[in-house]
């Protein structure tokens, strides 16, 4: 079936730096959706993107428009408060109901 | 805005129980998901329903069933627990092919 792969699958980011997390899909996606897992379990959507690019604060998203067969998330100046489990997932449109594919997440770990 | 709550928080049970777990929406969403994440892995969708009454099977629908009891709730069953089964259930809500909004989850630990 259709697939989510997310990279890296932990990451450890020194205070102040910068650093991308990756998801590549298997199949065209519709649209794309990120989300940072804090330590209680509950899920905050970062961003949502049918293509082009989103920023927010430090955080920024892309959605590659063309193929629609990737999306990105940087973190620039990495805070402490950015530690946390990132997902990705996808949604391919068509019959798929708005079913949404996750990717197996990033455990972000971000250090003074 | 909007939020979603979920009941109970935590849920535990017994082998062969069956157990609810109940979820909230008042962001007047059309559909509604629920998901399954185990430990230190993504979400499985379990069932959706796009609107009252409306029932649709995810890739983990064995095991469970749902109920879209009216436009701001939608409740799953675990029909019978497995011993030792640990997991967290995420309920979501969006406007159909839309961002999704997700509950606080529902732990479930089986004895």
């Known amino acids: 079936g259709d697939q989510v792969e997310q990279s890296p699958s932990a990451l450890s980011l020194h205070e102040g730096t910068d650093s991308a997390l990756r998801c590549n899909f298997t199949?065209?996606?519709?649209?794309v959706q990120w989300f940072r897992q804090n330590s209680r379990g509950s899920l905050i959507s970062l961003f949502y993107l049918a293509s082009g690019t989103k920023e927010n604060g430090r955080l920024k998203s892309a959605f590659d428009s063309k193929e629609r067969r990737y999306s990105t998330l940087h973190i620039r100046d990495a805070q402490l408060e950015d530690s946390g489990t990132y997902f990705c997932a996808a949604e391919a449109g068509g019959g798929s109901g708005n079913k949404l594919i996750f990717g197996t997440g990033t455990l972000l770990s971000v250090k003074p | 805005g909007g939020i979603i709550t979920q009941t109970p928080k935590f849920l535990i049970g017994q082998e062969g129980q069956k157990l609810t777990l109940k979820c909230q929406q008042n962001?007047?969403?059309?559909?509604m998901y629920w998901y399954r994440q185990d430990s230190g892995k993504g979400l499985r969708l379990i069932y959706y329903?796009?609107?009252?009454?409306?029932?649709q099977k995810g890739d983990l629908s064995e095991g469970y069933d749902a109920s879209r009891e009216k436009k701001s709730s939608f409740s799953l069953t675990v029909t019978s627990a497995q011993k030792n089964e640990m997991a967290v259930f995420l309920c979501?809500?969006?406007?159909?092919?839309?961002?999704?909004?997700f509950g606080p989850g529902t732990r479930l630990t089986v004895l």
């Open positions: 979501a809500s969006s406007i159909q092919g839309w961002e999704q909004y």
């Open positions: 962001f007047n969403h059309d559909t």
């Open positions: 199949t065209t996606m519709r649209s």
């Open positions: 329903s796009i609107t009252e009454n409306d029932l």
